[in-house]
């Protein structure tokens, strides 16, 4: 079965600064998806960036890049320039390609605090 | 267009009762996933749904059960509720199967007295 771990339960940066968010995972599938996804107070889950396994390209979306390692199992989240409405949960997902039901698996999450 | 929505926003019962969550998915949007997300953890797939046939069930017990309808809304039901049911009840959607992203409503909060 596969699992997503997150290490980090909490993490804080400066204002402007840059942060990086852990996560590793494992499975012996070669094809699946990666996903981080933010959870601010509000509750939804709001989705910040997928990687595809079979891309060797990491995925970028404005100041959210990843570091994808495949032969590591590791999908690490890069946020430049942080800002105030950063501040939330983010939680690392992996999804299966070949699994029927394309069930979400998550991590326990980070929680991001910003200081100004 | 409407996000995923979910109703009620907050619920609260006790231990035996049952209970019943309702998800309104983006319109077009075909499949319905449901999962339960304990404070201080990330979410548990429970469900998901697409074309009205149930097409993934997590590890959870017979308790839980659910079901989408003709207009792709679904419903979340849990019988003989127990302290440990309390927690975020998230319904996400996409448009369809296999590579589509998910897209989350705000969730249910449900407590269990």
């Known amino acids: 079965a596969q699992t997503v771990t997150q290490s980090q339960p909490e993490m804080s940066v400066q204002e402007a600064e840059t942060v990086t968010l852990s996560c590793t995972y494992d499975t012996s599938e070669s094809d699946y998806y990666l996903f981080w996804y933010k959870q601010p107070p509000s509750r939804q889950m709001i989705l910040v960036i997928r990687?595809?396994?079979?891309k060797q390209q990491n995925a970028t979306e404005n100041r959210f890049s990843v570091n994808f390692q495949k032969a590591a199992k590791s999908f690490s989240l890069k946020i430049s320039d942080s800002q105030l409405g950063d501040a939330a949960m983010y939680f690392c997902?992996?999804?299966?390609?070949?699994?029927?039901?394309?069930?979400?698996?998550w991590g326990a999450g980070t929680k991001l605090i910003i200081k100004p | 267009d409407a996000g995923v929505t979910q109703s009620p926003t907050h619920l609260i019962k006790t231990r035996g009762q049952q209970v019943t969550l309702r998800c309104s998915p983006i319109s077009g949007h075909k499949s319905v996933s449901w999962y339960q997300q304990v404070l201080g953890q990330g979410p548990q797939f429970i469900f998901q749904?697409?074309?009205?046939?149930?097409?993934g069930r997590g590890n959870f017990p017979d308790r839980f059960s659910a079901r989408q309808f003709p207009n792709y809304s679904s419903e979340l039901n849990v019988n003989a509720l127990l302290l440990g049911d309390s927690a975020l009840y998230l319904c996400a959607s996409s448009l369809g199967w296999g590579n589509q992203p998910q897209h989350f409503g705000d969730g249910t909060r449900l407590s269990i007295l």
């Open positions: 990687q595809e396994a079979y």
């Open positions: 749904y697409y074309e009205k046939e149930e097409r």
């Open positions: 997902a992996y999804r299966s390609f070949m699994d029927s039901n394309y069930q979400l698996i």
